[in-house]
């Protein structure tokens, strides 16, 4: 292993800009001549719009223009994917418009724009636009939407509020597993509503050059291609040869900055009317109010179970609150990145799901970190704990009685999906052994000594990610290809630019990219240059989501490098007048077989760009190569994670004393970097199970619309973390890379849970939902305590 | 933000010249609940008379059987303060944990007292400590100057300018944190002074921060503090904690309190 190559902890090259101030947000661009935009948000849930009255707003000071969607006639906000209902039908795709089109549908809904000199202004002259609403009865629970009368968000273009009834699996065969078996284990849960929460809020700056009839988009944005794909194709008919879309510095995205937004849409629009450049930066009440959130199920499942504790099959039913309108990948996010997962990591043979997508008055929701498989693991992973306790088995050997074995890959679930390659047992006992699982009881004695409540809970989870294979999810409804392209560009001088069409908003590419390089071409880390976020500059990408990045942007790039050795390599063998099969590469050096002969890579840089002695007659000059990957597969990382808590029966809060994490995340380019990956993970798995909630009330107002009201994980929320990695090499890409940046976030809620269950066990308390805060528990344990009702 | 005149006068007795010759002022302390307030268009003075160039307003002296702190001391000045770690550590430790070190950097006990909310940790120290809020006007006993929720018995141009705590025999302060604001859920301020013991509650109460008579008379009686007699229906209710559970941890932090306060 080299100092700077696979497998070293490298410190991150771009934290000195970031941590410097020196970064480059959206924000941070200003253009000559530049105007501000302010977009004014319905304040109502559900609202029909009889009239608007801009007049004093558009003569107001420094006022430059004011938009209604009168005036905005543009196409709607697509949707990247498309699932079909039961019956075969298509779902129900309502117009999504980036200003409101005579009605208002969510609290924070796009009504206006008003551009003007300055932000103030702008925001000045929006209140003195007139908006004639008629307010009408709203409906924010995915359960209450579907009921018979509730209000209609859509009308006629989604009866029912329904978006679609989507099933995987036979259901008549899993009932026929159900009348064998010995248990049946049953769970009604919900997976609690999150709001992203990136550190940079969104921004949008939209550019419009008369002389070339260019316009440029920045943006923040985890895939710029596809924004410009999305926004130039269905929302504004630009080509791409007239649209540059800019992701710049991105300060985290979670997933919320994948999908194509109406800001975007409308500063884009809005400069090729007024002819300058607008800027738009949300504040943080606008990011409550309309980056989608996350989450927000419904569901129940039926566990079959034999005498033995063996799973026979599974049944699982889920409301899934799309919210108001469609984000881009939303429809996907219940179905093809949840009900495939829901194998687990356990044989279970026969598998049924059926979700209903359900349109409600509220903030669109999508993909958050992880995206279908926490709420995936964390429906099974409390089933499972629960099917335990109710056998009276040991909630580890239930476990381990159902894992897939290690030597039963590839495996092809019951639910679409083969999994490559795996060891849950491996990744158990570490976790087991790493959090001294075995003598907890002592430590449980101890606690009560203090008069603590003390729990432990596991999860053993699997997650789907390097998304995707482009064939596989185009016959599952994806609009798109889910590759990724890379460049190298060798410089004449021996350093090298990667251009990549994955998108870095903080997972740390520029290094472990550059890793990859260095450990390829033996060039110290310096000497390379990670550049990505530029349509104009790259050649194409789908971006960074979904743990993708290094199994599939960093494969482009391995398979680009490799394009980039075999040409150096002949030129190589020309200048040391040797075959090319004789020629070695190892190190940065070129070497001949038996002979002491050797040119380095910087010589045969610079001969390829300075050609004097060159064999012209079979090569071109130059040292540049791309290449498009597409998996075979997607990865599949898996893990145990053990959290130990101690609740203070008193106040009922939680602390977690401990967070074991082993996680299979394959071949591991930098250590430090994976640790990082994961602890943030960890941090948004806990404060989804113990601290985040995104609360309407039911007039479909947000009601932890600001960090007064919605608990962000802090520091002293967190344990110090064990956690480390147990791996098995992917087995369908060169790397043997499978991804990290997901499975914290993933493994971790079902293994809080089942610890201040397993805390409160003793009490009586069977169920709490997430989040479990400090109010819930104390009231669970109120009810527990209380003398049964007379029946 | 709408626009606004700010006025930075380097003396009291300015400040409260610039507030009588305003339309429609407001005073700003540290700025901790007014600017973001103002951020947010919730209000809009037309004049803002800024108290931090009043260095008259700033400091902490002690003679053992009185605490003087000048209203601009900020948080974190008291938190550091020998003077008041001595005297009343409860009230220095209480100042160490609002907020976060820049709240703690920029708020002041003025502001904090002045602006009454109802969920601020300072209101209740000053009530169970039986402080005197001294102003440009008069000097006022803190039982008389709470008077509910964001309200004081201030009159519009008046200004803190002191706080004068007696030195209690014993204190401290069990606060139960909003999980996400960190503003308190429920706070209880138990004293131990020489006229018996005051217990203050905060958080709790839809009318701002309380004396708990029903609490002192337990702990002066000798009995373990419990909220039984608190009326469940004065208590606030929200998405973070029902009234039932506000009410029940007054008499945990009750209990914590007089624990800690030894």
Redesign the interface.
Known sequence: MSATGIGASVKRKEDFRFLTGRGNYTDDINQPNQTYAYILRSPHAHAKIKGIDTAAAKSASGVVAVFTGEDMQVGSIPCGWGVNNKDGSPMNEPFHPALAQGKVRHVGDQVAVVIAETYSQAKDAAELIEVDYEELPAVTNSEKAIAPGAPLVHDDAAPNNMCYDWELGDEAEVDAEFKNAAHVVSIDLTNNRLVPNAMEPRAAIGDYNKGTGEYTLYTTSQNPHVIRLLMGAFVLQLPEHKLRVVAPDVGGGFGSKIYHYAEEAIVTWAAGKVRRPIKWTAERSESFLSDAHGRDHISHADLALDKDGKFLGLKVYTKANMGAYLSTFSTCVPTYLYATLLAGVYTTPKIYVNVKAIFTNTVPVDAYRGAGRPEATYLLERLVTKAAKQLGMDQVAIRQKNFIPADAFPYQTPVALQYDSGNYEATLKKAMELSKWDEFPQRKAEAAKRGKLRGIGISTYLEACGIAPSAVVGSLGARAGLFESANVRVHPTGSVSIYTGSHSHGQGHETTFAQLVSETLGIPLENINIEHGDTNRIAFGMGTYGSRSLAVGGEAIMKALGKVVDKASKIAAHLMEASVEDVEFKDGKFTVAGTDKEVDFGTVALTAYVPHNYPHETLEPGLEENAFYDPMNFTYPGGCHICEVEIDPDTGTTQIVGMTAVDDVGRVINPMIVEGQIHGGLAQGIGQALLESCEYDDSGQLTSGSYMDYCMPRADNLPNFMATTESTLCAHNSLGVKGCGEVGAIGSPPAVINAVLDALHELGVEDISMPATPQKIWQAIQAASMPAAAE | ??EFSYHKPSSVADAAKAMGSADDPKILAGGQTLLPTMK?RLASPSDVVSLRGCRDLVGISSDGSTLTIGAMTTHAAVAASGDVQKAIPALAALAGNIGDAQVRNRGTIGGSLANNDPAADYPSAALALGATIVTTKRELSADNFFTGMFETALEEDEIITSIRFPVPQAAAYAK?DN???R?ALVGVFFAKTSDGPRVAVTGASQGGVFRAKDIEEQIAAGKTPDSSGIAENSLNAD????AA?RK??IG?MAKRAVAAAG
């Not at chain 2, 998405?239 to 029902?242: S, V």
């Open positions: 933000m709408y947010q139960f999980p996400a604001s503003y998405i973070h904690a029902t559970y029940h941890l945990v």
